[in-house]
């Protein structure tokens, strides 16, 4: 097992994040430091896609590219080590703590022991190499809005864009949503999501596309759809993601930057979708939209 790192700051982390996917592939994982803002965004690989030496400068350049395009990745450290397995599973642990989600969730590793309170839902989550805990602000506000956006005893359907570890999905289901869809990409995260779904026995349908290409199961229209996507993905496909939306259907949007939501917020107007709630966490930005 090998550990690719790039540690950065909050300017450069959705920078920093796309440059090690596009490098190394599997969805990176974000550690943040909340006593030093220091962002540590981390690839774990069973292989290195080329020499380690090789890997390294192509990094340096990305993150030199990165500067020229006006973002600051400081202090672009980067790290490339063989990591045992064990020592792998052993930092998971230190990173990953039970989340409750207002009484109705509990998201927890595979290896906690805290106990549910009476009425709680269970989402027992092993990320392996995705991204996806519910530490992180975007994550988080998703989950919330999961649980405010379900109505006790109506059917609601649900869609997740970009599933990463299948958390969202799984919460969905878990909270009754049903039909619950979900679909990402890359491989490595599907794969992952159908361990999740498995081992939390819940029924998701779920399937590899983007959002330009969407596999079979977004051929339909939900009432809740979550797209966890960068700025550059909203915009250019925010009508495609508008029509997968039941008539006053929920659109909850993350991993946007503070100052990059306005655009996505008048991009969204022009496509009928109001903003009904947003929440500001660091340089974090979210939001829940209605179709009207």
């Known amino acids: 097992m090998w550990q690719v790192s790039i540690l950065t700051g909050a300017e450069g982390e959705e920078a920093v994040a796309q440059l090690l996917e596009r490098t190394v592939h599997p969805p990176p994982s974000v550690f943040r430091n909340e006593r030093t803002a220091a962002v540590a965004v981390t690839s774990y690989v069973k292989r290195l896609p080329r020499t380690r030496r090789a890997l390294a400068a192509e990094l340096k350049e990305g993150l030199a590219r990165l500067r020229q395009f006006g973002l600051d990745p400081r202090p672009a450290r980067i790290t490339i080590k063989r990591l045992p397995r064990k020592n792998w599973a052993q930092s998971w642990k230190r990173h990953f703590r039970p989340i409750d989600i207002g009484g109705k969730l509990l998201v927890k590793p595979g290896w906690s022991r805290r106990r549910a309170r009476p009425g709680q839902r269970v989402v027992i989550l092993d990320p392996g190499l995705s991204f996806g805990t519910g530490h992180h602000p975007t994550t988080l506000f998703c989950l919330e809005q999961r649980a405010r956006c379900r109505r006790p005893g109506a059917r609601q359907s649900f869609l997740d864009i970009g599933t990463g570890s299948g958390i969202l999905a799984i919460a969905a289901a878990k909270l009754g949503y049903d039909p619950v869809a979900a679909f990402d990409c890359d491989p490595e995260a599907v794969r992952v999501s159908r361990q999740n779904l498995r081992r939390n026995r819940v029924r998701v349908r779920l399937g ?6 969407a596999p079979r199961l977004a051929r339909r229209r939900y009432d809740v759809v979550c797209a966890n ?8 496909q925010a009508n495609p993601i508008r029509r997968l939306l039941n008539p006053a259907g929920k659109l909850v949007v993350a991993g946007v930057l503070g100052r990059e939501f306005q655009k996505i917020r008048k991009k969204f107007d022009r496509c009928h979708l109001t903003l009904e709630k947003s929440r500001v966490d660091k340089e974090w930005k979210s939001g829940r939209f209605a179709l009207v």
């Open 208 to 213: 590899r596309g983007d959002v330009a290409r």
């Open 229 to 236: 996507l960068t700025c550059e993905l909203l915009l250019a």
